[in-house]
């Protein structure tokens, strides 16, 4: 038996001095008792311990962001903003008060007045009035907007439309007021302001299943970003009461949206009568830590509000073009009439404040450095002059207000968007070191006097968390380096890329790395790459009869940039498997007149120049070694050359850069004039078999790419693209414009084309090439098989 001690003072008045304090303790023979289990995370407590929101009872229902918090709010709206641009969506501002005659029309007014706040003037002075001069009684009586449909639906009413013009995707993140029950107030699970990533796309009914399937794609990439899931989807069919519409108009949206979930091929559950008045819906419903489940987003189909907003657009055979069919009946075709559209309401994130709560949960503190709203601190050893002062000056370059070859302040102003504080304290490092693990610093930068000596710093990157699909890196503590490589070093660890498979976090500090295999390449930019041929298993995942027959052969490629010829013998992950690949230099000038000619014209000529230039040099290269008695080598197989230009707008063709400079001036015009079109031409030449007939084969294409640089405000300010110019510049330059590969990813917003072509070779065409040349020489353009666009 176990025999308790007491201490010398009771329990009561040890409770009284801390209530925490147990006043027994065991005695040696005792098992430890075993820890308490660590309680759920809280975003209420742990929003206050990282300094991320508070609120206030002068507006309850309403957080107030601190500057942390509004960190991350900010960093998921931009991650938005960028995916914008990919799903096709437009951003819009809208009022956040309407008089209720809007919400009138609307139909809110009559199912959601318990749920909106009304606002009226307290002057009656500066009361609107009606047309006839008198007071406007309810005229002067406005609404906080709950939802911005409406103000969306005036929009698209502002303009006349055609069938062309749709879809049309309307973005707004205007702050949304709801009047929620004071007692269900919580944290930012519930509130009375939230900001929505709200959006609206009016389609036709023939769109309908198109949209949702789009949308639901861009929830899963989101949420596969984010590392939230796994989610379940919900959905939610017409209420017994309180909503619009004909039973006509419930079945056939519920038709549509279940179609589109069965073609998702993920499993949903459905919720019968929780619709929301107007529609149908699907409910993105994800867990918290503690195992409760949120709604977050939502895809809600409306026949309603096009109908209350007299909304329509123009298109042949309305009558055929309502029923979402379509025809090729000249008569019909022959009519012209309005059509109603139908409206797709859509939220990716939900309330951005209810998934900044899962998120603080999720995380638990651990945020993955884009997130982050502490990236990085800057400690000092001591606090000395020299000391402090390096550090704040190695805080303005990580902040992009300053650079460090700058001596004045008078530099454009280019923010890096990084977070960086600093602790010139007179404190010991040790602590101070100690308090910025625990509060989670992604990088602890420390600045001591050997550092100002040598204009560095020291940094440790340990604090950044990985996931289970990075790959493990070398030891990131004690790195030593200059404040603008430190600078860059943070910027790679910031674009986040989305793949289909796997997250891609970009580190341009290593200008060494390999370059991706063009399947990689296109599924970063979310293009299913088609082959020529199907792609078999074994040693050579690309068994095609081409590469079989030239597997042992000699293969010339002309003048080729390392990841052009990367993309032809890299090893893995898919090999194409020219292993004996060699590259020739061509002295071929490109000095075509580019006034006379059409880029398309201007990039097959030198192509074709090029691959008639090394042939010729192969083969001289073989006389001048039976002549001197030396090695002869053996015959080319195959040659291969291409070049990539850049059409400007104008239809002229974008000179290349000759120097650094000129390069960092090209890429900031690029950047300015955003959408531009990379041609690529590629050309194949083989020996003719038959001996009667001398001489060689030859065939080429030219492919086109629209290309959409991200834009300055978007993250590519000019330092970004000097810095990225200076760790690439003769790595990689397809073309002299440095589009290819993962540093494309930096400065391109969107591809509309191939992506093999903006790497520099469009692969599936070479091999088709390559083909023609060899195995049906003598063949036309006509007896070249068709490609398969479904492949």
Not at 143 to 151: A, E, Q
Not at 253 to 264: F, M, V
Not at 714 to 720: A, F, H, M
Request: proline share 8%; hydrophobic share 35%.
């Amino acid at each position: 038996m176990c025999f308790l001690r007491a201490s010398r003072l009771t329990s009561q008045a040890l409770l009284r001095r801390n209530p925490r304090t147990v006043p027994f303790r065991l005695c040696s023979s005792c098992p430890s008792p075993s820890p308490l289990p660590k309680p759920p995370a809280d975003h209420r407590n742990l929003g206050l311990q990282q300094e991320l929101f508070t609120t206030t009872t002068y507006s309850p229902g309403s957080p107030i962001f601190l500057p942390n918090g509004a960190r991350i709010f900010n960093r998921l709206v931009s991650f938005l903003r960028k995916h914008y641009v990919r799903y096709g969506f437009e951003e819009v501002i809208t009022p956040t008060i309407y008089k209720k005659a809007l919400w009138a029309k609307s139909g809110h007014l009559e199912n959601y007045a318990e749920d909106m706040f009304t606002v009226t003037s307290t002057s009656p002075s500066r009361a609107d009035t009606a047309e006839d001069g008198s007071p406007g009684g309810e005229e002067a009586e406005y609404g906080l907007k709950p939802m911005n449909c409406p103000g969306h639906c005036l929009i698209f009413a502002s303009q006349r439309r055609s069938y062309r013009d749709l879809p049309i995707r309307y973005a707004d993140f205007s702050p949304l007021h709801r009047n929620e029950s004071s007692g269900a107030l919580s944290g930012l699970t519930r509130v009375r302001r939230f900001h929505q990533d709200d959006g609206h796309i009016f389609c036709r009914p023939s769109q309908i299943e198109d949209e949702i399937r789009r949308t639901l794609d861009f929830i899963r990439v989101a949420y596969k970003a984010l590392r939230l899931g796994p989610y379940r989807l919900a959905l939610s069919t017409r209420p017994l009461e309180n909503y619009m519409g004909s039973l006509e108009d419930w079945e056939q949206a519920e038709g549509a949206l279940k179609r589109a979930l069965d073609a998702c091929g993920q499993t949903w559950t459905l919720n019968e009568g929780d619709g929301a008045f107007y529609g149908p819906k699907i409910d993105i419903i994800l867990k918290d830590s503690d195992g409760k489940e949120h709604q977050t987003a939502t895809i809600q189909l409306d026949f309603q509000l096009p109908k209350r907003f007299e909304l329509e657009y123009q298109s042949p055979a309305p009558e055929v073009e309502q029923r979402g069919e379509t025809t090729t009946d000249p008569e019909l075709l022959a009519v012209s009439g309005p059509v109603r559209p139908v409206l797709v309401h859509r939220a990716v994130l939900g309330s951005v404040e209810r998934l900044m709560a899962l998120l603080i949960e999720h995380y638990d503190g651990k945020w993955p450095f884009w997130l982050n709203p502490r990236q990085g601190i800057i400690l000092t050893v001591n606090d000395s002059e020299p000391v402090v002062n390096w550090a704040q000056a190695t805080q303005k370059v990580l902040l992009g207000v300053t650079s460090a070859s700058s001596a004045d302040d008078d530099v454009k102003c280019s923010p890096s968007n990084l977070a960086i504080d600093v602790d010139g304290s007179p404190r010991s490092l040790q602590l101070k070191v100690r308090e910025a693990k625990t509060k989670g610093y992604g990088m602890i930068v420390v600045v001591g006097p050997k550092n100002v000596a040598k204009g560095s710093v020291t940094v440790d990157a340990t604090g950044i968390p990985r996931t289970e699909d990075q790959p493990v890196e070398k030891a990131e503590k004690a790195l030593e380096m200059t404040p603008e490589e430190l600078k860059q070093f943070m910027l790679g660890k910031l674009p986040y890329v989305v793949t289909y498979n796997k997250p891609t976090i970009m580190d341009l500090t290593n200008p060494s790395d390999p370059p991706p295999d063009y399947i990689t390449a296109a599924a970063a930019h979310g293009i299913k790459l088609r082959q020529s041929a199907p792609i078999k298993r074994g040693p050579y995942p690309l068994e095609l009869p081409i590469l079989t027959h030239l597997r042992d052969k000699r293969v010339i490629l002309a003048s080729a940039s390392p990841r052009r010829k990367a993309l032809l013998t890299q090893a893995s992950p898919r090999p194409v498997g020219f292993h004996n690949l060699e590259i020739f230099p061509s002295a071929q000038p490109e000095d075509l007149d580019k006034s006379t000619h059409t880029p398309e014209e201007y990039v097959a000529a030198t192509a074709r120049r090029k691959c008639l230039d090394i042939y010729a040099a192969a083969i001289a290269a073989q006389e001048a070694a039976v002549a001197s008695g030396s090695p002869v080598p053996a015959d080319p197989a195959l040659v291969i050359a291409a070049d990539t230009v850049i059409a400007t707008r104008s239809g002229q063709v974008l000179e290349k850069p000759r120097s650094e400079a000129d390069h960092v001036r090209t890429l900031c015009h690029l950047r300015d004039t955003r959408v531009h079109r990379v041609l690529t031409a590629v050309y194949a030449l083989a020996p003719k078999t038959d001996a009667s007939h001398p001489g060689y084969e030859i065939a080429g294409h030219t492919e086109e790419t629209k290309v959409y640089f991200a834009a300055e405000d978007d993250g590519l300010p000019d330092d970004v693209i000097q810095s990225y110019v200076k760790t690439r510049e003769g790595a990689d330059k397809a073309g002299g414009y440095a589009l290819q590969g993962v540093g494309g990813m930096i400065l391109v917003d969107r591809i509309e084309g191939s992506v093999d072509n903006v790497i520099g070779l469009p692969v599936r065409k070479c091999l088709q090439l390559c083909e023609k040349v060899i195995f049906r020489q003598g063949g036309t353009e006509d007896d070249e098989e068709e490609e398969n666009d479904d492949e």
